[in-house]
């Protein structure tokens, strides 16, 4: 900052469009971040509501902030220094005052907003995953709601808007209960961001570090969306209505909540198991889950099934949110920040199958004088395709073997929503030691089957990676 200008608050306050350039504050620095704001991987409508102030009162809600990498994206565009420095900034009320207890155990990724992962032997451990070693995945801070004073809103169009408690929807509805797995859509990002990008462009992959554990499975009890639906007057086959957007009740510091939308053919379909639920795994849904009431969207990205819900709404277009327009799309391997045009690319709502290896962990020491490696992981396809086949290889993929699946009693092919759990037992060659690479893929119902490596999928958002899941092991004496 040595040399640098200084400038006040209010010269500052004067660049605030990307004509008289967009300049925002950080403690002492001030910075012209025109040229960034179209790459922003939070979306340039996010990054413009600090245009002509500080960042800091945003990136206490949005603490992903607070690491190296930003600070030095942010040092690339210094022009200069605050007059009477940081101070020249009002404090702030920490908004994550209120967040709920959570177990150690959970892997934390991100701690405000809280994002924490599940041990991946725990993954394997139960065909459910206990409630509080379910990973957690937020985007805001979890919104302090009375339960005994809860509602859920549904509208649209033509239909009467219904204001429904929890205990209404117990008492007019018929229970409907389904084991479904959700799976965040960055599931495994860092193996796609450790790849260098195809081609050598350098582009870098932006997003939380999540390994195997950004998945787990729960048995849901509830109603069906499809129920409340029609209840609120929603006609069937009414083309008017193309998407049921679900809206939580957590916000950011505009107002604006957490938000997506799903199609109307998921929502209304019998087999679609839509559920607006209460129970998780036996219990009230615990706050970091979305109690006292979620929607659980089964067979479709993690994103869509929106905790807190607050508002249902049928509307003729997609939810036009963040979350849904400008975040969970997938590029091609040689698209960079630069160059994404969002309106490209649907929504990712079904995801492709999935597998990973669980036991034994990374860089695990097996022994010779065993013999033999007992490998144990999950398997999951979106769209409720059922998983027919995992097979498992010690030596990198060269020969494979199929591991036996044990599924939830409830999953049935084409509505498989919860995921199957494998395991196999491989021979270790006969007096090795030394490294192995233990290798897992798995085929679903309609023969999708994963892709060998990152390569070919690879995206700089780090979203839908489903290549086969190596894990690399020493044998010993
Ligand atoms: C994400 C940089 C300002 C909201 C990100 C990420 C970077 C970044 C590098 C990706 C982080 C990751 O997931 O690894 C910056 C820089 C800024 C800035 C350099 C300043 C000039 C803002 C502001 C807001 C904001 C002012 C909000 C009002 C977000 C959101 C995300 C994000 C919502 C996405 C988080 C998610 O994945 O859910 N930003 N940002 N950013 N940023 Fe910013
Ligand atoms: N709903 C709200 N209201 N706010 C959120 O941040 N995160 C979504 C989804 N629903 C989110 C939300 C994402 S990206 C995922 S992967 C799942 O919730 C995670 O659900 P879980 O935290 O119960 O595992
Ligand atoms: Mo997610």
């Excluded at 500052?12 to 403690?27: F, G, I, L, M, S």
């Excluded at 965040?184 to 961001?193: I, L, V």
């Excluded at 679900?246 to 379909?269: C, F, R, W």
């Amino acid at each position: 900052s040595d040399g640098l200008p200084v400038f006040t608050a209010e010269e500052v306050a004067q660049h605030r469009t990307p004509k008289d350039r967009v300049w925002v504050t950080y403690k002492d620095g001030v910075y012209d971040v025109t040229d960034f704001v179209a790459q922003h991987p939070g979306g340039a409508a996010k990054i413009m509501l600090a245009a002509g102030g500080s960042v800091e009162p945003f990136w206490g809600l949005y603490q992903q902030h607070m690491k190296q990498e930003v600070r030095d994206i942010l040092a690339q565009y210094r022009i200069g220094s605050l007059k009477g420095g940081a101070a020249a900034v009002a404090p702030t009320e920490d908004p994550y005052r209120n967040e709920p207890r959570r177990h150690p155990a959970l892997i934390v990724r991100s701690d405000k907003p809280f994002n924490g992962e599940t041990p991946a032997e725990l993954l394997v451990a139960s065909p459910v995953t206990p409630n509080d070693m379910f990973f957690v995945r937020h985007h805001l801070p979890v919104p302090v709601i009375d339960n005994d004073k809860f509602t859920v809103t549904v509208e649209g169009a033509g239909m009467r808007s219904l204001q429904l408690s929890v205990q209404q929807l117990q008492q007019n509805f018929k229970k409907a209960q389904v084991a479904a797995t959700v799976q965040c859509t960055g599931n495994r990002r860092t193996e796609m961001k450790a790849a260098p990008a195809p081609g050598g462009s350098g582009a870098q992959i932006k997003g939380l570090d999540w390994e195997v554990g950004a998945i787990s499975n729960a048995e849901w009890g509830g109603v069906l969306l499809r129920d409340v639906l029609l209840a609120a007057g929603l006609q069937p086959g009414d083309a008017s209505v193309q998407h049921i957007h679900l809206i939580g009740l957590d916000t950011d510091m505009t107002g604006t909540p957490y938000a997506a939308s799903i199609p109307i053919d998921k929502a209304l379909s019998e087999a679609g198991d839509v559920l607006l639920a209460w129970e998780m795994n036996g219990q009230p849904i615990p706050a970091d889950h979305g109690g006292p009431l979620r929607v659980v969207v089964p067979g479709t990205t993690g994103a869509r099934s929106v905790k807190w819900i607050g508002r249902i709404v049928a509307s003729a277009d997609e939810c036009q949110g963040h979350w849904q327009q400008k975040d969970y799309k997938a590029f091609s391997p040689g698209t960079d920040w630069d160059a994404i045009d969002w309106s490209a690319a649907p929504a990712i709502q079904e995801m492709p199958v999935v597998s990973a290896i669980c036991e034994p962990a990374e860089g695990a020491e097996l022994s010779t004088y065993d013999g033999e490696v007992t490998i144990k992981g999950y398997a999951w396809s979106g769209g409720g395709r059922d998983i027919i086949r995992v097979d498992v290889s010690a030596d990198g993929g060269k020969t494979w073997s199929p591991a036996k699946l044990s599924k939830h009693p409830h999953s049935r092919p084409s509505r498989a929503w919860a995921w199957t759990l494998y395991e196999a037992t491989l021979p270790l060659p006969e007096g090795f030691k030394g490294q192995l690479q233990l290798a897992c893929k798995a085929t679903d119902q309609s023969y999708n089957t994963q892709p060998e490596d990152v390569s070919s999928i690879w995206n700089i958002r780090g979203l839908v990676n489903n290549a086969w899941h190596k894990v690399n092991v020493s044998v010993v004496e």
